[in-house]
């Protein structure tokens, strides 16, 4: 089963401009990934945010987290043309459990 | 490239037959896990193996089953396939159950299943 929901289901941008991309989960949870998926390639780990944490920043993403909404957002500033993937969000609802992925988002990046 | 690889790339397979699938862990994990994703959706998990121990299983029949050698390589049967089968079936390799200090896990890039 789907654990979290990811919102828009498909978005379009030009290069340059920022993509934001949410995620909303349904139980309590001990952290929160977000993963990118190129055509019919393997997924690739982009950040993990704790459920303590609030913020957190790699190069150009930045993620959020509200555990009171169960809801979480990636933002990705300057996008390029090599962003045009999919991007999931993966809850692990307790330590040792397994990772459960949303259904994505489906970036497209037009130079 | 995560040092994950699995095999066969592609196989297709018709209503019946029985697949296998297979998976070499990136070295120094101890953990695989397997996700089928069908066209168009996010991955679904299928179970777990530590230590070559089954743990944790998602909402798959029986006739998917596995197995983790003690060289933390890992396979993946399929029995009865069914046209629904048909789809990208993922595994991971993490360090420990809660996929090490970073929790995450490192995929490898599938196995593409076709069933007539």
């Known amino acids: 089963s789907q654990q979290g929901e990811e919102d828009p289901q498909a978005l379009s941008i030009q290069e340059g401009e920022n993509a934001t991309m949410n995620c909303s989960y349904k139980t309590s949870?001990?952290?929160?990934?977000?993963?990118r998926q190129n055509s019919g390639r393997g997924l690739v780990h982009l950040i993990l945010i704790r459920s303590n944490e609030r913020e957190k920043h790699s190069g150009r993403l930045r993620v959020t987290?509200?555990?009171?909404?169960?809801?979480?957002?990636?933002?990705?500033?300057?996008?390029r043309a090599a962003d045009t993937a999919s991007y999931f969000c993966a809850t692990r609802p307790q330590a040792g459990t397994a990772l459960i992925f949303g259904k994505g988002t489906t970036l497209s990046v037009s130079s | 490239e995560t040092g994950v690889t699995q095999s066969p790339t592609h196989l297709i397979?018709?209503?019946?037959?029985?697949?296998?699938?297979?998976?070499s862990s990136q070295s120094g994990h101890n953990t695989v896990s397997w996700y089928q994703q069908a066209l168009g959706q996010g991955p679904q998990f299928i179970f777990q193996y530590y230590r070559e121990e089954e743990n944790g299983r998602g909402n798959f029949?029986?006739?998917?089953s596995g197995l983790q050698f003690p060289n933390y390589s890992s396979e993946l049967n399929v029995n009865a396939l069914e046209l629904d089968d048909s789809a990208l079936y993922l595994c991971a390799s993490s360090s420990g159950l809660a996929g090490?200090?970073?929790?995450?896990?490192?995929f490898g890039e599938g196995s593409r299943l076709t069933v007539l």
């Open chain 2, 13 to 23: 397979k018709t209503r019946g037959q029985q697949v296998t699938l297979r998976c």
């Open chain 1, 29 to 35: 949870i001990n952290n929160l990934q977000w993963y």
């Open chain 2, 61 to 64: 029949p029986p006739r998917f």
């Open chain 1, 65 to 79: 987290l509200d555990t009171s909404k169960k809801s979480s957002s990636l933002l990705i500033t300057a996008s």
């Open chain 2, 100 to 106: 090490g200090i970073g929790g995450e896990l490192f």
